[in-house]
């Protein structure tokens, strides 16, 4: 297909960052010095750099620059895939994919194609330096690229009831099945307020 340029926006947000610590007497915010866990120095920025840690808890040295670079700004579609095939463990963030106003028939034409195929474009590009693996797929009328967590960082499920023979009566699961049929309705969101981060605000207003 043709290249065409875009533009990641993130997704979603997180109410997160705004509760500190701080000092009860006047308020002063608690702040976290950067102190050597050998030696005890509170550290320069000159004085830190970056360390790989092995196994045995022996840390390398390392200069990220060393390392290969992917190139930044390049989307490189490596497969397309069925969409049911994405674990949803893996995903990790979402980006919803603008295009630019030279890219709009390609985008349409890549849309189109995932919503008739139902597929998804197994791509990689770089992120923050890194390498990233994502997935992207049409979602209400728009591409949404979802970067994935690699193999090695999906954990296999070892519990120890997996290994149990636990039978499940026929009439047990029709109950349940019954009950579930009875409360099923289309999920909306928006039904689910965050009450936690109201009641903060609510708090927060009071104490001004």
């Not at 985008?107 to 474009?121: G, I, Q």
């Not at 890194?130 to 519990?159: C, M, N, Y």
Request: proline share 7%; net charge negative.
């Amino acid at each position: 297909m043709t290249a065409m340029t875009v533009r990641l926006v993130a997704a979603s947000t997180e109410h997160r960052g705004r509760v500190h610590l701080v000092h009860r007497e006047d308020s002063g915010r608690v702040r976290h010095q950067q102190v050597c866990g050998e030696c005890s120095l509170r550290l320069t920025p000159d004085d830190i750099g970056r360390g790989y840690e092995l196994e045995d808890g022996r840390i390398v040295q390392i200069d990220p620059g060393d390392l290969p670079a992917p190139e930044d700004g390049l989307i490189d579609v490596q497969q397309f895939a069925p969409q049911v095939d994405l674990d949803p463990v893996a995903l990790h963030r979402s980006y919803y994919v603008e295009p630019d106003d030279l890219s709009v028939r390609p985008y349409v034409l890549l849309r189109e194609t995932l919503e008739r195929t139902k597929t998804a474009a197994i791509v990689k590009f770089a992120l923050r330096g890194k390498e990233t693996l994502a997935a992207i797929r049409p979602q209400q009328g728009v591409l949404v690229l979802h970067t994935l967590l690699w193999p090695d960082e999906v954990r296999e499920p070892h519990f120890p009831f997996l290994h149990r023979d636990t039978e499940v009566r026929t009439g047990e699961l029709a109950a349940a099945a019954a009950l579930v049929r009875a409360q099923t309705r289309p999920f909306r969101p928006h039904e689910y307020p965050n009450t936690h981060h109201e009641a903060l605000l609510q708090l927060v207003e009071a104490n001004v």
